[in-house]
């Protein structure tokens, strides 16, 4: 069963920086597209930064200062963990951030959310001014 964990959320002053963790089990590591997302309170889920096939898509409020990394710790077990290493932050950047996973996603939709079926419970990262 596919099982992802995350880690990391924290609350920090603007232009700090966090590294959030999404640890991750039974995925196949050949076929592994993988996302994070956010909800801000009385926002949607949004997309922040995906990856997929080696390519790496970034939502734009996020680029230059987020970088989405993958590492894997098993190959055989599906194992392994994504990261999120946000820089310059902004109190814009709060929310819950939340990772997802499929085996496959197509490229236009590496940011949506209904193209992951699996997700993980969230972290908190509150930034303030």
């Known amino acids: 069963q596919v099982r992802l964990a995350e880690s990391g959320g924290a609350s920090v002053q603007a232009r700090g920086s966090l590294k959030l963790s999404c640890a991750f089990s039974?995925?196949?590591?050949?076929?592994?597209?993988m996302a994070w997302f956010r909800q801000a309170p009385g926002k949607e889920r949004e997309g922040v930064a995906g990856?997929?096939?080696?390519?790496?898509?970034?939502?734009?409020?996020v680029k230059g200062r987020f970088a989405i990394s993958v590492e894997a710790s098993d190959v055989d077990a599906g194992n392994g963990t994504l990261y999120l290493e946000m820089n310059n932050l902004e109190p814009e950047d709060s929310g819950i951030y939340y990772c997802?996973?499929?085996?496959?996603?197509?490229?236009?939709?590496?940011?949506?959310?209904?193209?992951?079926?699996?997700w993980g419970q969230g972290t908190q990262v509150i930034v303030s001014s």
């Open positions: 039974q995925l196949s590591l050949k076929r592994l597209y």
């Open positions: 990856f997929g096939k080696g390519e790496i898509t970034y939502a734009d409020a």
């Open positions: 997802a996973a499929d085996s496959w996603v197509g490229a236009s939709a590496r940011l949506k959310v209904h193209a992951y079926p699996w």
